[in-house]
């Protein structure tokens, strides 16, 4: 299978085949340069097409780093054959790196605020990953070639003013997700049912909001609300969230499934 024939298969937007030939291109530099290639930040939806692809090409060597483990944005690193993957991780000089912007503990800034504001410089979405915000600070991933563009030119957010410095990456303080369990019983594992379970709606609204394209299944659109759900599957819904099925635990004496489930909140 060549390169064309390769994203007639995985592609399945216009949109979607940019992305794929960009990471394929990444992986054609560190292959036959050898020379270590990354893509920019990508979603965790756009993970998930570049993983199906790479396992449709046999899995080359890569990795997801997001700078600190469990981050939701990443980037796709392709690796030479010299490069150990631990020496990519330690590399201090590494394609992502980190700024920690300082305001008053009291202003009231969002993410969205602290988005908004980074973009508003030009720098577009995919040179950002994640950004974790806390009181009177936010620490900030993005692509070390736009480093230097936010150390001289992010002033503020908001009215707010900000102090600015480059941090490494082990100064990173991500808390951990929020979540509620949810323990709960289904007649099937349906995704329609853990749906409705997961986010406390009726299995026919979840089943409408499958069918209205908002619905996805380990961050890839499913519009089957009969589809077979498993432990470990993430089910996110445009307007309510995300949640994991944490376990499966068998089926009552009734022939319900019992089920862990794990909302972010």
Avoid at 83 to 97: C, I, M, N, R
Avoid at 208 to 232: F, I, M, P, Q, Y
Avoid at 236 to 255: A, I, M, T, Y
């Amino acid at each position: 299978m060549n390169k064309t024939e390769l994203l007639n298969k995985c592609a399945r937007s216009g949109e979607e085949r940019v992305l794929l030939a960009r990471a394929l291109d990444k992986l054609e530099l560190a292959q036959n340069r050898s020379v270590p290639a990354c893509t920019p930040f990508l979603s965790p939806g756009e993970q998930a097409s570049v993983t199906d692809l790479l396992n449709a090409w046999g899995r080359p060597r890569h990795l997801f780093f997001g700078g600190y483990e469990g981050a939701e944005r990443a980037v796709c690193a392709f690796l030479p054959d010299w490069q150990e993957e631990s020496d990519f991780l330690a590399d201090p000089e590494g394609p992502v790196a980190a700024l920690e912007a300082a305001f008053p503990a009291d202003a009231e800034l969002s993410h969205r605020d602290i988005l908004g504001a980074l973009m508003g410089l030009g720098i577009t979405r995919e040179k950002l990953g994640d950004i974790l915000l806390d009181h009177g600070r936010c620490q900030v991933l993005v692509l070390r070639d736009a480093l230097p563009i936010l150390l001289s030119q992010w002033e503020s957010a908001g009215r707010w003013k900000m102090k600015l410095r480059e941090i490494p990456l082990e100064q990173l303080e991500a808390k951990p997700p929020q979540v509620k369990t949810i323990r709960d019983t289904v007649a099937a594992l349906r995704l329609d049912a853990l749906l409705a379970a997961g986010f406390s709606t009726s299995r026919s609204k979840a089943a409408d909001l499958v069918s209205a394209g908002r619905v996805s299944v380990n961050h890839r659109e499913c519009a089957k609300a009969d589809r077979t759900v498993g432990e470990g599957d993430v089910l996110s819904c445009r307007g309510l969230g995300k949640c994991v099925v944490k376990e499966v635990l068998g089926q009552s004496k009734k022939g319900r499934f019992m089920l862990v489930l794990e909302r972010y909140i």
